[in-house]
């Protein structure tokens, strides 16, 4: 069996492709680390899906240009009239300029044609187009790396086609912050259907956590510490800072072609500093508020001037746009007024080159460069500040960092962070670094160059991969965990036969009237027992051989209301508190829990239930929920989005709580406060109170939980509850171990049952609450037969 397959599918091929003949074809291959590493991963045949860089209207042409690129492992797409719309228009046009806070641009006013829409339509025929040609090539098994923002569409459309596909994505722009996102008109289509990957990636913790925040207020649907979770889908959201190849740097910089021309370039600038700055000509770079700052710094530092220099190579993108070359003016402009005031007859304080340069050249410049300065306003890495601080020799250089860049994250320690807006800031910092001691020099490119080396490209290729695969074996192990119908004629033969019986009873939606019945008071729903259930339950109680559990986020008074004659348990909060009807109330808040964002929670909640009719909150002391069950659907989905943003940037921002999204509510509570964790404390409890000497040989929960919650059917599954588990007391002493022996589950006497949900950790579903009533009902009838 050969190794699996790898499709990289990105806009451009590695390769750019140029006709020399009717039927033959020239290549040149695209430099830089990226294109190696992912054609470089061992474990992976690498084949590689996208546009090669030229349109192709004739058959002939594309048969032999398809073949010619199988030879280099690449997959020709063509995009031919969608290609302008797509890639100038919605691409580069709307896309790019908000992920990097440039703001929507207007339409077109002088083609009609040309419109949002209509760009966004000729997206969505590309990414179809991309679609069609993954799908011809996919095979089992293949894993597909989408990468990013041209083919946003693209995970939706592979996984409608094939649930079991493994698919990754990866954006290497910034992602903006929600309140920028937001502007863009097809917002929800594009977050969902990056949503349908695997595993999201991005290069910082800002930029994930700026997408899991967008999804949050615009989808209003669930995150959690991995990611988020839609509709039942987890979807994980991981950070991978991209590389480069440091080896190759390193190696270049050792030859002797290029020690040549770090000597010839020495004597080129006689013996003045050098600031070096390496960009793409390009509106998010900075290169005017780069030279402003020079100019700053000539001005307020006399003593300097025919001293230093600054050499800037701005390499050409997208000529012909007039939006760069108005940049492209700007920077003349400036060069041209600096060096008028500080220029003389045999030397110019900067140096503006409109080329890309020879690689030897670069790495020669790298390597003597006294300052590198970078003052990118977005920017999803730049790799230069890593190019840079590998070809370092001898005499150590100084890194100026805008904190706007990507890497600020990645060398931030090692450089000199600045905010390229204060042009002041960036002044005073080119003075540092010139001033900077030998000893302080060698100290931060130490920290850097370690950095460098061990996070190289490779590394991240694989560190994406083997998080992908991981998470899509775990998908693979649990697929098939789709729920059940209740056997009830095996759940009441089992609790026939055993002799020592828990069963764990959720409260909402299990054991009161079904959901649409109940009944709302002021503050909140009227919590009430099924009317069938009180002497069905009573019996159910008084049996010796049953332990009765009920486990409930509703606050203590409402479980004593309802259940205070009853021989039970009662966990209210979630197991916060705890008691048996026929003792106190105990606390299980551990002392280092911090509550103070309770006050916060609650004005926000308030402020909301009095601008959306119907809606209500409840209060608890570790907890709060705030529900639109009754509120019109649409108004309160958008208030739910709104209440989520609110609580991130107020009250919860830097609190240790967790937030759970229901369908209806929205719920903040403490860490850790699920059901779950509750059930080893309640566990305990119970075991001590009993003096339980034979073990449990039947379990039986019920509950329609959220789903945080639901890690209360697992921690009962069989397998888990072999390992010994730790239970605190209930007196506050050091936990006390519970033996495999007190639990002997299993399969055919544990019973996990989920109401009205058919995406669930429980084994099986019933549809409601009348369900459960009768299923008490069968099991007090056969026990009393």
């Known amino acids: 069996m050969g190794r699996p397959r790898l499709l990289v599918v990105s806009m451009s091929l590695p390769v750019t492709a140029k006709r020399v003949g009717e039927e033959s074809w020239s290549f040149t291959m695209s430099p830089g680390g990226l294109v190696s590493a992912l054609l470089g991963l061992k474990e992976f045949e690498t084949k590689w899906i996208g546009w090669p860089g030229v349109d192709v209207h004739d058959a002939v042409g594309k048969k032999t240009l398809s073949v010619a690129l199988a030879e280099k492992g690449c997959i020709p797409v063509f995009l031919e009239e969608v290609c302008d719309q797509y890639y100038n228009g919605y691409c580069n046009n709307i896309l790019w300029p908000i992920f990097h806070y440039l703001g929507t641009p207007p339409e077109y006013r002088n083609d009609a044609t040309i419109t949002y829409q209509s760009q966004y339509d000729a997206y969505k025929k590309a990414n179809q187009i991309f679609f069609d040609v993954v799908k011809e090539h996919y095979e089992d098994g293949d894993v597909v790396w989408c990468h990013d923002y041209h083919v946003m569409l693209l995970p939706q459309y592979l996984k409608e086609y094939n649930s079991k596909m493994k698919v990754g994505w990866f954006l290497h722009t910034p992602f903006p912050s929600s309140e920028m996102y937001k502007t863009l008109p097809s917002r929800s289509d594009l977050l969902r259907s990056v949503l349908a990957a695997d595993l999201v990636g991005f290069h910082t913790y800002d930029f994930a956590r700026h997408f899991v925040n967008a999804c949050m207020c615009i989808l209003g649907i669930e995150a959690t510490s991995e990611g988020v979770v839609d509709q039942g889908k987890v979807t994980q959201v991981a950070v991978f800072p991209i590389g480069i190849e440091p080896e190759r740097f390193i190696n270049t910089s050792a030859l002797s072609e290029v020690i040549q021309y770090m000597e010839k370039f020495k004597n080129d600038f006689g013996g003045r500093k050098l600031i070096l700055g390496v960009d793409r000509l390009d509106t998010i770079k900075g290169i005017p508020q780069k030279y402003q700052a020079f100019e700053k710094f000539l001005e307020e530092n006399e003593d300097w001037r025919g001293k230093v220099m600054l050499l800037q190579i701005a390499v050409p993108t997208r000529n012909g746009i007039g939006e760069y070359q108005k940049i492209k003016d700007q920077c003349h402009g400036l060069v041209g007024r600096i060096n008028g005031r500080f220029g003389s007859i045999s030397a110019v304080p900067i140096i503006h080159l409109d080329c890309s340069i020879d690689f030897n050249q670069l790495c020669a410049l790298y390597a003597i460069t006294d300052v590198l300065l970078v003052t990118s306003l977005r920017d999803g890495m730049n790799l230069v500040s890593s190019e840079f601080v590998a070809c370092q020799k001898a005499e150590k250089g100084v890194l100026i960092l805008s904190e706007f860049a990507g890497a600020g994250q990645s060398l931030g320690a090692g450089a000199l962070l600045v905010n390229p807006w204060n042009i002041k800031e960036v002044s005073t910092a080119i003075g ?30 694989d560190d994406f991969m083997n998080k992908l695969i ?75 051989k049953t332990t009765v ?26 197991g916060m508190f705890l008691r048996h009807t026929s003792g106190e109330w105990v606390t299980k808040i551990t002392e280092h829990m911090n509550l103070e964002w309770i006050d916060g929670v609650k004005h926000v909640f308030k402020y909301f239930t009095e601008r959306t009719p119907g809606s209500y909150f409840e209060t608890s002391e570790a907890s709060l929920v705030w529900n639109y069950e009754h509120a019109d659907a649409e108004f309160g989905k958008a208030q739910a989005r709104d209440i989520l943003q609110h609580l991130w940037a107020g009250p919860i921002s830097n609190a240790s709580v967790d937030v759970v999204r229901g369908g209806q509510s929205v719920e903040v509570h403490a860490v850790g406060l699920t059901k779950g964790s509750a059930m080893e404390r309640i566990l305990g409890d119970i075991v001590r109170n009993k003096s339980m000497t034979t073990p449990i040989d039947y379990l039986l929960c019920i509950g329609c939980f959220l789903g945080k919650d639901e890690d209360v059917y697992t921690f009962f599954e069989p397998e888990v509850t072999k390992k010994t588990k730790s239970v605190p007391s209930s007196g506050g002493d050091s936990p006390k171990k519970v033996s495999s022996t007190i639990i002997d589950l299993k399969g055919e006497n544990y019973f996990s049952v989920a109401i009205g949900q058919t995406y669930t950790k429980a084994r099986y579903f019933l549809d409601s609450s009348d369900d459960v009533v009768q299923l008490i009902h069968k099991l007090c009838t056969n026990n009393n037969a």
């Open 470 to 544: 991981e998470i899509t074996t775990n998908a693979e192990l649990q697929a098939g965990n789709v729920p059940h119908e209740l056997p009830e004629h095996d759940v009441i033969q089992q609790y026939s036969k055993s002799n020592n019986r828990l069963l764990v009873l959720g409260f909402y939606g299990a054991l009161t009237q079904p959901m649409k019945n109940q009944e709302r008071r002021g503050d909140g729903l009227n919590l009430e027992l099924h009317h069938q259930l009180k002497e069905r339950l009573k019996a159910l109680c008084s049996d010796p």
């Open 549 to 574: 559990v009920v486990l409930s986020r509703s606050e203590k008074s409402v479980l004593d209301k309802n259940f205070g004659e009853y021989n039970m348990w009662l966990a209210a909060e979630n």
């Open 432 to 461: 540092e670094a010139l001033n900077m001691s030998p000893e302080e020099k060698e100290r931060k490119h130490n920290i850097n160059f370690q950095y460098v080396k061990t996070h190289s490209t490779q590394q991240w290729a």
